[in-house]
Structure formats: structure tokens, C-alpha cells
């Protein structure tokens, strides 16, 4: 008895308490102010003690706020636990073009998101939602005791950054369900999602459509016999634990649907409100004019419905109030007590409110919940009250609440203290020997509407010969300079690194047994497949190994409109019928359901030729071809006359056919080209004396007619005045000695080098093979520079192709350096300190210094951290007491495909500064990069700071990745630095420090997946 009149007396305490808050919220709402819910991380005392740094109190706004640099902290009005509630003046504002629309139809994308019958009262207001990504196997979605967000308003907008954001419109009644949900820990959003922070916002703005939404692939695989989703839309709810236990999303499907809206988000970033966005089929997003829609009345409350569309801006009527209120209480100090950041310095108005939290939190659940209706009648009765007393005051400049002594400015709260003054400007710039002119590495650009990567098409084959085959078709087939193709071994399969940034994967022949989930895996983030007679047939279909497998028959089949082709098919002699659907498990463990479909059979056997695997939810493809696409008739034109025939006469369906496949069934893009680049001369510039130096130099290399020069992969045939010259060809570049290129403005290049040695010889020439090419095989002279508009061969590390379509700037300089230098002991550094010199020359440019260029190891050149704009490969020869190294470098001048380009970052910016021309680009870059190695082998000093200044640009500190010893042995570690080497530095969670170096494809070392081979180890600690 006493118990209940003790709770009682507790429950009527803490009621009048909260309708004081209540009460408060209004007054802080009227001073144009924000409310702001949001739960305070989790502080580690030993991580920061071995740091020796010292905890702080985080902010509580968001980035996502256009204002929210200019944040005060006034009242702290709740804290329990790890959730505060407060009030940030002034209040806090979203741009929604930067914002995705929610669909009409709510569904699963980008969220589950379940149909709600709301009814919003008048004083409705816009609220900021901001959760985190962290799967959590559907903790949240499928259980009964939590509730979903849309039961609190109406889901206006979308945004993917570093958290995912939703804009919601509400009123007052539900914004203090949605609150007490919160303070409850029961709110659920989609698979796990943990809400971080709610906040009250002024929306400007309208966010941008979304026009093929029902194109967008769901984000979950149906179990088998699941119903279809108009059945679902029949159950009473579509949230029931019965009828959605079957749709959790699997951590490989949570991770790709977060990666697809992130790169939405990146697309609108900079929208006007005047696009829409689509997906491309190679699930790029795009965005493309719309026309302007008319504005929309707000429907009546009276009929008891609400407006689905963009909703209006809700100014609230600012109220006086009774000034002892009307001044925000100080900040308080942060302490660490007890493994938890407690808020302690309040003021004594204050304390009493406070010493509730300490009471049992399912009481004050109850008694909370009990206030509801209470507090629905307060807000009425006060805005009457307060509209009837007096009229609105105006709120205080931003100056002057700048200077009130007991408001404080915040931190943004995604800013890492533990990483406090990193990036910070290196100033004092035009520098001849020091790094105190290099410009800052903290520009202003934002990230403008690309895709993030260039596309890969990786090949798996175990046969050297049919690998070259599958690259001519691939050639002969998909767009140019849209897709970068790799080889790739099971290793690096394996490693999972290649999914996100990979348009398709072709398969031939044997696959280990071990490579099939993985392969499903990427299936299930909606990747495409062409196997091409390889056994991977067997693991969707493994009835068929049952059968006589006969292969390389010539049979006749028919695919849509090519009837009776004859091509080398691999046939199974009394095949099975194939199921209609089928399921398969990926390399979680989690099963997914695919749809099959015969699309053709051969005419004799009825043995199935292709047949197309689709994954339900992902939309992921896999088309099996048991007709071999990449035999060419020229194979067996010696070889076999009696096949060469047939093959021959259907070679040109055999084209088409692929194409149709890699087209039409798995997206890719296949436009034809508009035209075709031929080989050209190129042309020797430079003073006179220069040229004749190093002819006479070379003679002795040259063969008997004086006029050759023969390299490793080219023969450079010197022209003098009125001898003629062949043809170009990819083996023969004639070099013209005193004639000018047509489409190279010397004039400008040579006004604006200003070096001594670098590029002061140069050889242009518009189409080669690469400009690798001219300057590998013999020491040529130090700092002749090779330049091409268009390579038809290019090459990135390991031999990587290198996409070079014309409007890459992309260059070749040979160094000589002598062995015993700096440099020369450390030459492995030069390709970091070429890499630098790029983006340093670029920025320095009048009207550049905005352009965000970044440095990704070992050797790219990036966007931001989401677009490669560049790359280079070095490779270094000892010859007696010189070091030769020859340095290859593309860079995105004015191609925006296949990623962007520096004059798309200049239209971004809205920046007036004139396109960087070719010839200027150049000239800047081997200005920078001479004093750079000058700077370099100075001193030991001057080297370190040059890589300290690197470090400001590069991508990885902090990073953590995968690194592989030679024993195969995996471990995760985090990223240091560079070594003096320039080899990566990591240290393992045990304390050891060693060094690494990449492997053959370090697909996305950005995306915490690069796979890199121990190279020594450094110290232990």
C-alpha cells in the first residue's frame, strides 16, 4: 500500500514536471530555436588514456543542417542515461534539394516503410530523424514491442551520408510520442538502424523525385513461397512478425542497398530542385531535367486526411514570454565518471528536473505514457494563452547571440576529436625549395554528381590463350572507354574487394569450389555474370552433371531473331528439364531464390545453349552460354579449314548475339563508338641544341641508316627536313625533328614551363599505343616527357588496363637521378611525389584552389574520396651510377567518362577560371614536380617534409584494411602512414608495426577491403 502512494506521488511529480518542459518547448520553439533528442556515444576511458586526450562533450547538431556552423547550445532540458534533450539557437535549417523524395507509394525502398492512416493537427512542424547504418540482423524491424517511425508523420525526404537522414512532417502531439519512443529505446527504422538524433528544422526548398523508382531492384530476396507483395498488401499489417520474418536482410544485401543509397545521395548533392533522379541499368545514378510542378494546396484538416506531397514550411508565431526563461542556462561541463559522460554544472532550476532520472525507467515509461493526452491539451491552451497576452518579439541577430556569455558554440558532432588539427592548412604559399608555398589541402568543393567508380568487367579464365579470346569479344562488344576490363585469379576473387566497383564478371572453364558463393554473393548485391562454358553451370544445376557433357560440337541454335546459327556449343546429351526457380545459398549462408529461364536450345539435342539466371529482390543475373562467344573463326582458319567455314559465315551473329546479351540481358552499356583513332606521327619539340645532344648521344643505339631507334615495344623512326616518312602503326612511330604538331600549342606550353630539365624535350604525337611506350628500353635523356591525346593500349600498374580516351591528359617523363642521392636510395617515392605534384600544380592555378584532389596509395589520383580522376605507374632502372625511371600518368582533364573530370569539378564549383588546357597542364605539373625533387634531394629534412605534406592529401590515415602475409595468413590492421620507403604502414591490433605493399588489383583500398602482401616488419611496441 504505501509502494503504490509512494509511485503515485512520483507519477504526479514528474507529470507537472513534464508539462513544464512542455511549456519550455514552446517558449524555445517561438524564439526560433531547435529541439533536439539525440543519444551521446559511448566514451572507452582506456582509448583515450592511452592517447592522452581528453573527452569532450559532442555536439548535438547536424551536418546535415546548412546552419550548423553557427549552432549555440542553449538549455540542457533532459538527461538520462545516454539520451539528452536540449534546445540549439538559432534554429537549425535543411536544404531539401539536396533530399530525396520519399515515393507516394511507401515500400521497401529506401526503407521498409509500412502505410499509416495520420491525421496531423495544424501546428505542424518539420523534424530531422539521423541514424546510424549499423546491421543488427533485424533487431528492430520484426519485433512486436517496437514501433515504426511512420506512426509520427509523414515521411517527406531521404538523404544517405555519413548517417542516414529523414525529414518527417509531424505536429506536436506526435513529435512527443515520437520523443518518448526514443527516450524508450523503441523505435524502430528498417533493419536495425539505431536512431541517433531527432531535431527540429526549418525545410527549404523541394527534394529531388525519384522517376523510376519501381526500376530500383528491392533490397531483400522473397523466401520460397512467400507470397507476392499484392498478397502481402492484403494482410492486415504489413509489418506482422508472421508475414515479414522471411525478409531480413542478410549483412552482404544491408551493406550493398547502404552503398546504393549513399550514391544516390552523392548524385543529388548539388541538384536545384529542377531534376529527377533514375537508375541507370549499370546502377549508376543520373540526374535529368524535369519540369517545374505547379504548386500544391496543403489539403483541409477538416477532411481528416493530409497531403502527401512536399510539405510547407511551418513558421510558428513567436510569443513574449517571462524573460527569467527567455535566457538559454550555460553549457555545462563534461566529466568522466564510471565509464560514462555525465553533464554536471547545472544550474539549480535545473537539478530538480534532473533528479527523476534516476528513478526506475519502466515506471517512468508508464507514467510518461499516461501523459499523452495531458500534454495534447497544454499545447492548446498555452498558444492560446501566450498569442492572446502579447505579440512576437524579434529574435537576436546572429551577432548578438554570438555574444551572449552563456552560449556557447558547438563542434559538429561527425567531427572526430581524436583526430582534432589533422588536415589542417600548411601555409605560407610560390615556392622554389620548400613546401611553404604548396597551397592548403582543405579545399571547398563539394562532391559533384558522378558515378563513383569507373566500372570494371573482371574475367576469370584458367586458359591464357581462351583469356585473350574473351577480351577481343569484350572489345568488340562493350562500350569504349566505359568500362576498365582485369584479369583476375581465385585469390583475389576471394577477397570480395572487386563487388562493389564491378559491372560484370565473365567466367570460363573450371571454377574452384570454393569461388561459387562468392560469386552468388554478388549476385545478391545485384552484380551480373556471363559464364561461358564453364562448369559454374552445375552449382545452380547440378542434375546436369549427370549427363554426357560433349564438347566443342558444331550445332545449330536460334536466339530471338538469329535463326539456324552454327556455332561451338558444349552440349549435355539428355539433359533434364530445367526448374522454373530455384534456391541457392551465398557465402553467409543465406538462401536466395532465383527465376530461371531457358532463352535457347540447341535445334538437334534440345540441350539448353543459354539460359538466364535472375535472383529475386536483388535483381542480380547470371546467363549461362554453352555456345562459345569468344571463338573467333580466324582461330581454326590454319587449324581446322573444315570449321573455319561454318564459323565464318556465322561470325557476325556470334557478334551480335553477345552483344545482345551483355546489352540486353545484363545491362552493360554497348553504344558503338563514333569513330575509330588511328596511329599518327609524332613530332620532336624542344631547342635545337637539346634535340642534337640527344641524337648524338643515342647514335650509337641507332641502326646503321642512323634513323631507328628501336625500344622494347616501339620503333622510333627520327625524320629530318624533306625525308619522307611511313606510316604510323603500332610498332613504327615516325618522329618529325623540325616540324610543329597541328593539335599542340607549343607557344603556350613553352611560356608557361619554367623549368630547367623537365619537359624541355618533348615528343607529341595524337594517337600512340602509350606514351610508356616511346621511353621504355633505353636511358633516353633526363626529363624528356612522351605526351598523347589518345592511347589505344595504355597501361596501369600491373599491367592494368589504363582507360585513355581523348581528353585524359597523359604523359611519360624519364628521370635520371643519380644512385647514391635521396632519391636515388629511396626511388620508390617518386611516384608519391609525382602524384603530389599533380594536385598541388592544379591548385595553385588561379581560380583551382577550390578543386578537392586527393591521394589515394599507391598511386591514384581522386576526387574527393569517391572519384578517380588520375593514376600513374613508375618503374626504375639501375644503370652504373644513374637510376632510370620512367613515370606514365593519365589524368581526367575535360572527359567526364568513364568517372569525371577536372573541368566538371570547375562547372561544379560555378568557378569562373578558364578550362586548364593540355599544353598548360603540363607545364604546371613538371614545374611543381622539378622543385619537388629539388626540394627532395636536398636534404633528408627536405624529403620529410614533402611527405608530410603528402600525408595532408592522402585518403588512408586511420584506415583499416586487410593484409595477407605470404603464408596466406589474413589479419586486420590499421593504417599509419607511409614508410620511408613509401611502402604502406600499418600497425595489427597487437602493436606491431610493419609495412606492406599492394597486390596485383587493390580494387578499392577506400572501401576497407584492399588486400596487400606483408613487406617487412618495422618494430614492435
Avoid at 543488427?136 to 537522414?165: D, N
Avoid at 611527405?947 to 595477407?964: D, I, K, N, P, Q
Wanted: net charge negative.
Amino acid at each position: 500500500m504505501f509502494l503504490s502512494f509512494f509511485y503515485a506521488a512520483a507519477t504526479w511529480v514528474q507529470s507537472s514536471r513534464l508539462a513544464e518542459l512542455h511549456s519550455r518547448i514552446l517558449q524555445i520553439t517561438a524564439q526560433n530555436g531547435s529541439l533536439v533528442l539525440y543519444k551521446v556515444p559511448e566514451v572507452i576511458h582506456s582509448d583515450f588514456e592511452n592517447r592522452g586526450i581528453d573527452a569532450q562533450v559532442p555536439s548535438v547538431t547536424s551536418k546535415f543542417c546548412e546552419n550548423n556552423d553557427c549552432a549555440k547550445l542553449g538549455d540542457l532540458l533532459w538527461s538520462y542515461n545516454s539520451k539528452r534533450l536540449c534546445s540549439v539557437f538559432p534554429k537549425q535549417s535543411i536544404c531539401a534539394n539536396r533530399w530525396i523524395k520519399f515515393s507516394t507509394d511507401q515500400g521497401e525502398f529506401p526503407i521498409n516503410i509500412a502505410s499509416e492512416d495520420l491525421v496531423l493537427e495544424e501546428d505542424r512542424l518539420h523534424v530531422m530523424i539521423e541514424a546510424d547504418y549499423q546491421f543488427t540482423e533485424g533487431r528492430h524491424c520484426f519485433q512486436a514491442e517496437f514501433v515504426k517511425l511512420e506512426r509520427f508523420g509523414l515521411l517527406h525526404a531521404w538523404k544517405a551520408g555519413e548517417y542516414f537522414g529523414i525529414l518527417l512532417e509531424t505536429d506536436a502531439n506526435h513529435l512527443t510520442r515520437l520523443g518518448l519512443s526514443f527516450l524508450q529505446n523503441i523505435l524502430s527504422l528498417d533493419d536495425g538502424m539505431e536512431v541517433l538524433r531527432i531535431q527540429t528544422v526549418d525545410v527549404i526548398g523541394k527534394p529531388c523525385p525519384m522517376l523510376n523508382a519501381d526500376c530500383i531492384p528491392a533490397p531483400r530476396s522473397l523466401p520460397m513461397g512467400s507470397e507476392t507483395s499484392n498478397e502481402k498488401d492484403e494482410c492486415d499489417t504489413r509489418f506482422a512478425v508472421e508475414s515479414m520474418a522471411g525478409l531480413l536482410m542478410s549483412p552482404i544485401q544491408w551493406k550493398s542497398h547502404v552503398e546504393l543509397l549513399q550514391g544516390f545521395s552523392r548524385a543529388v548533392n548539388d541538384a536545384d530542385g529542377s531534376v529527377g533522379l533514375m537508375l541507370s541499368a549499370d546502377r549508376v545514378a543520373n540526374l535529368v531535367p524535369i519540369a517545374t510542378d505547379p504548386p500544391t494546396p496543403p489539403s483541409s484538416p477538416r477532411n481528416g486526411s493530409v497531403h502527401s506531397e512536399a510539405p510547407k514550411i511551418i513558421e510558428l508565431d513567436k510569443v513574449n514570454v517571462d524573460q527569467s526563461s527567455n535566457v538559454p542556462l550555460p553549457l555545462p561541463q563534461a566529466e568522466i565518471n564510471d565509464n560514462k559522460s555525465v553533464i554536471s554544472g547545472i544550474t539549480s532550476h535545473s537539478e530538480s528536473f534532473y533528479s527523476c532520472a534516476s528513478q526506475d525507467m519502466g515506471k517512468l515509461t508508464e507514467s510518461l505514457e499516461q501523459l499523452n493526452k495531458a500534454l495534447s491539451s497544454i499545447t492548446d491552451e498555452t498558444n492560446e494563452d501566450e498569442a492572446a497576452e502579447t505579440k512576437a518579439e524579434p529574435a537576436e541577430t546572429e551577432a548578438e547571440a554570438a555574444e551572449t556569455e552563456d552560449v556557447v558554440p558547438l563542434q559538429p558532432l561527425e567531427s572526430n576529436f581524436l583526430t582534432a588539427g589533422k588536415g589542417q592548412p600548411l601555409t605560407k604559399p610560390s615556392f622554389k625549395g620548400s613546401t611553404a608555398s604548396l597551397p592548403s589541402a582543405t579545399p571547398k568543393s563539394r562532391s559533384p554528381t558522378t558515378p563513383i567508380k569507373c566500372p570494371n568487367v573482371l574475367i576469370y579464365c584458367d586458359n591464357t590463350e581462351v583469356n585473350e579470346s574473351i577480351k577481343s569479344l569484350l572489345r568488340q562488344t562493350i562500350k569504349r572507354y566505359r568500362y576498365t576490363v582485369y584479369n583476375v585469379n581465385a585469390e583475389q576473387m576471394k577477397s570480395n574487394a572487386w563487388q562493389k566497383s564491378t559491372a560484370l564478371v565473365v567466367v570460363h572453364g573450371n571454377i574452384p569450389d570454393n569461388l561459387a558463393p562468392t560469386i552468388i554473393s554478388y549476385l545478391v548485391t545485384g552484380g551480373k555474370v556471363l559464364s561461358i562454358a564453364s562448369d559454374l553451370i552445375f552449382v545452380p544445376f547440378p542434375d546436369l552433371q549427370k549427363c554426357e557433357l560433349q564438347e566443342n560440337e558444331l550445332v545449330t541454335f536460334s536466339y530471338q531473331k538469329w535463326k539456324q546459327i552454327r556455332l561451338l556449343n558444349n552440349i549435355f546429351s539428355n539433359s533434364p528439364a530445367l526448374p522454373s526457380s530455384l534456391e541457392i545459398n551465398d557465402s553467409s549462408g543465406y538462401s536466395h531464390k532465383l527465376n530461371i529461364n531457358v532463352l535457347s536450345k540447341d535445334d538437334i539435342t534440345n540441350s539448353p545453349s543459354l539460359v538466364l539466371a535472375t535472383m529475386v529482390g536483388s535483381g542480380g543475373k547470371m546467363l549461362f552460354s554453352q555456345v562459345h562467344l569468344e571463338v573467333d573463326a580466324q582461330m581454326h582458319q590454319n587449324s581446322n579449314p573444315a570449321l573455319y567455314a561454318p564459323l565464318k559465315e556465322h561470325d557476325s551473329a556470334r557478334l551480335e548475339i553477345a552483344k545482345e546479351i551483355i546489352s540486353g540481358q545484363l545491362g552493360l552499356d554497348c553504344t558503338k563508338d563514333s569513330k575509330e583513332d588511328s596511329f599518327t606521327a609524332a613530332y620532336f619539340l624542344g631547342r635545337h641544341e637539346l634535340k642534337m645532344e640527344m641524337l648524338n648521344n643515342l647514335k650509337p643505339k641507332m641502326d646503321a641508316a642512323g634513323g631507328f631507334l628501336q625500344m622494347d615495344n616501339l620503333k622510333i623512326e627520327f625524320v629530318g627536313k624533306g625525308a619522307n616518312a611511313g606510316a604510323a602503326t603500332s610498332k613504327i612511330l615516325p618522329c618529325y625533328l623540325h616540324t610543329c604538331p597541328p593539335h599542340f600549342n607549343t607557344v603556350e606550353y613553352y611560356d608557361n614551363l619554367q623549368t630547367e630539365h623537365l619537359g624541355r624535350l618533348l615528343i607529341y604525337s595524337d594517337v600512340l599505343t602509350s606514351s610508356v611506350d616511346v621511353l621504355a628500353g633505353t636511358p633516353l635523356y633526363h626529363g624528356l616527357a612522351a605526351v598523347t591525346r589518345v592511347q589505344l593500349a595504355g597501361k596501369g600498374r600491373s599491367n592494368n588496363e589504363w582507360l585513355s580516351p581523348e581528353g585524359c591528359a597523359m604523359f611519360s617523363l624519364q628521370l635520371h637521378l643519380p644512385a647514391k642521392s635521396i632519391l636515388g636510395q629511396k626511388i620508390s617515392l617518386i611516384q608519391h611525389i609525382a602524384a603530389l605534384a599533380v594536385c598541388v600544380a592544379i591548385r595553385e592555378a588561379p581560380g583551382f584552389d577550390d578543386i578537392d584532389l586527393r591521394l589515394k596509395w599507391p598511386n591514384d589520383i581522386y576526387a574527393g574520396d569517391y572519384a578517380k580522376m588520375g593514376g600513374l605507374v613508375a618503374n626504375s632502372t639501375f644503370v652504373g651510377d644513374r637510376v632510370i625511371c620512367n613515370i606514365g600518368l593519365g589524368f581526367n582533364l575535360t572527359n567526364s567518362e568513364p568517372t569525371t573530370c577536372l573541368q566538371d569539378l570547375l562547372l561544379e564549383l560555378k568557378a569562373k577560371a578558364a578550362p586548364m588546357s593540355l599544353e598548360k597542364y603540363l607545364a604546371l605539373t613538371f614545374n611543381k614536380l622539378e622543385s619537388l625533387i629539388e626540394l627532395a634531394q636536398s636534404s633528408e629534412e627536405g624529403l620529410e617534409e614533402i611527405m608530410t605534406f603528402y600525408h595532408a592529401y592522402w585518403l588512408h590515415s586511420g584506415a583499416e584494411v586487410t593484409v595477407r602475409s605470404e603464408d596466406g595468413k589474413e589479419q586486420r590492421v590499421t593504417v599509419q602512414g607511409l614508410d620511408p620507403y613509401g611502402y604502406l604502414l600499418v600497425r595489427a591490433h597487437d602493436g606491431n608495426q610493419f609495412s606492406v605493399q599492394p597486390d596485383g588489383n587493390s580494387f578499392d583500398m577506400l572501401q576497407d577491403t584492399s588486400v596487400c602482401g606483408v613487406k617487412s616488419r618495422i618494430n614492435s611496441t
